[in-house]
Each structure stands twice: as structure tokens, then as C-alpha cells.
């Protein structure tokens, strides 16, 4: 968003508070309703709506502009502000609650959705696995994952081994203890007594890393080599 117009939104938060920034979010989405229904992921949305900003415009001041400047297409911050609050002034913290909780489960799975479908394509070109089996993988991977997150098995919790900041091969990670798990269920051979000692040789192999964790980068060319 343009410097000038910048200004405009922070006199607005300064005034009304934090309120003011959400109003102002819900009017730039709705003025985009139909290009972010159409979009085909993440990144096609965010540029949507960056391109939408950047042609909001403020024609009011004493700034001299150009002929070319003055007709240029582009929303006004005037009026964008002016919807914000004729159409969501009235938005109250329950109602914003309430879509909250209606709507958390769709957009969580939609999130996990697109984490898996970034991953398997990351993933897909170094292993010769079939897409549909790395799909399978990446599935038991989680399910490992989660296991032991609600219902344990791994000293220190194993949700100090997820990090959404992290690309999305490296946000969940399995330490030994969960290899090991995984390993009887992956593995085309098992060793009797032995297999324990296999699964514990094979981790250190895979994980030479300080942390002792294991992404699901690893794990694939493992299984795909």
C-alpha cells in the first residue's frame, strides 16, 4: 500500500484501535471476493490481493500529481475506509468467535491439505517412489507423529519438534523413539530380536545431525533410493 494511504489506516488504528485494522481487512477481502474464489492456491491469493493494495490510491491533500497519476485506476483509501466501517462497524468479539469456531475445522484441514500437497512435491523429484506411496508415507508419518504427541512415548513432548516456520519438509520431525515405531510398519525386513538394534543403526545412519530428529525429506530417500 502506498505511503500516503499507509498514513490514512494508522490514523484509523490510532483513533479506533486494533478494531479499525480487522474492518479494514474484511473490506479489502470482500472487495476481492470473486479473483480469491477463483484463485488456485496460497500464493495466487496473496498476489490478488498485494496488486489490490497497490493500486489503492489517495487523491486527496495537497500533493501535486501527474495527468496520468490523477486517472489512474485504483480503489480510493476513502472510500475502502468508508465501507470498512458502514459494513463492519457494528462486528462485535462473539461474532468473530463465533465464525471462528464454525469455520476452524475447514480451514485447519485446508491448511493441512496444502502442507502435504507442498511437501510431496518438494519431496516427489529426489525419491523414486510413486506418488501415490509417498502420499502413503507422508500419511504414516504424521500418524506417528500425532500418536505420540496426544498420547506419548517421547521424553520432552514431541511437539518441541514442530515448527510451521520451517519449510514445509522440516515441520515435523520424528526423534528415535518414534523411528522406531515407524520403522516395523516401513521396513520390507524385520529381524526378530534384532530388529530394535536395526532401527536404532538406521536412525543414527538417516539422523546424523546434532538434534537426533528425523524430517520427512530423510525419511523418503530412505524408503525410495
Same mark, same amino acid.
Given at each position: 500500500?502506498?505511503?500516503?494511504?499507509?498514513?490514512c489506516?494508522?490514523?484509523c488504528?490510532?483513533?479506533?484501535?486494533?478494531?479499525?485494522?480487522?474492518?479494514?481487512?474484511?473490506?479489502?477481502?470482500?472487495?476481492?471476493? *470473486?479473483?480469491?474464489?477463483?484463485?488456485?492456491?496460497? !500464493?495466487?491469493?496473496?498476489?490478488?490481493?498485494?496488486?489490490?493494495? #497497490?493500486?489503492?490510491?489517495?487523491d486527496e491533500g495537497p500533493v501535486l500529481r501527474s495527468e496520468g497519476e490523477a486517472g489512474s485506476e485504483g480503489t480510493q483509501i476513502s472510500d475502502l475506509i468508508s465501507n470498512a466501517y458502514e459494513k463492519f462497524g457494528d462486528l462485535t468479539v462473539q461474532q468473530v468467535e463465533r465464525m471462528r469456531c464454525r469455520h476452524r475445522i475447514q480451514v485447519l484441514q485446508t491448511?493441512?491439505?496444502?502442507?502435504?500437497?507442498n511437501t510431496l512435491r518438494v519431496v516427489t523429484p529426489d525419491v523414486s517412489l510413486s506418488p501415490e506411496d509417498l502420499a502413503d508415507v507422508y500419511d504414516l508419518f504424521? *500418524?506417528?507423529?500425532?500418536?505420540?504427541?496426544?498420547? !506419548?512415548?517421547?521424553?520432552?513432548?514431541?511437539l518441541r519438534?514442530? #515448527?510451521?516456520?520451517?519449510?514445509?519438509?522440516?515441520?515435523?520431525?520424528?526423534?528415535?523413539?518414534?523411528?522406531?515405531?515407524?520403522y516395523q510398519l516401513l521396513a520390507p525386513w524385520l529381524c526378530g530380536t534384532h530388529t530394535h538394534t536395526v532401527a536404532n543403526r538406521t536412525f543414527?545412519?538417516?539422523?546424523?545431525?546434532?538434534?537426533?530428529?528425523?524430517?520427512?525429506?530423510?525419511?523418503?530417500?530412505?524408503l525410495g533410493d
Open positions: 500500500m502506498p505511503f500516503r494511504c499507509a498514513v489506516v494508522i490514523d488504528f490510532f483513533f479506533h484501535g486494533i478494531k479499525a485494522i480487522l474492518q479494514l481487512g474484511l473490506a479489502v477481502l470482500e472487495a476481492n471476493t *470473486t479473483a480469491l474464489c477463483a484463485s488456485a492456491d496460497e !500464493g495466487h491469493a496473496l498476489i490478488i490481493l498485494t496488486s489490490f493494495l #497497490d493500486q489503492v490510491k489517495n491448511h493441512e491439505n496444502t502442507a502435504k500437497e504424521k *500418524t506417528e507423529y500425532f500418536m505420540n504427541l496426544y498420547w !506419548g512415548g517421547s521424553q520432552g513432548g514431541p519438534h514442530h #515448527d510451521p516456520g520451517r519449510p514445509y519438509t522440516e515441520q515435523y520431525q520424528l526423534d528415535r523413539t518414534q523411528f522406531k515405531s515407524l543414527s545412519l538417516l539422523s546424523p545431525n546434532t538434534d537426533s530428529l528425523l524430517n520427512f525429506r530423510q525419511l523418503a530417500r530412505w
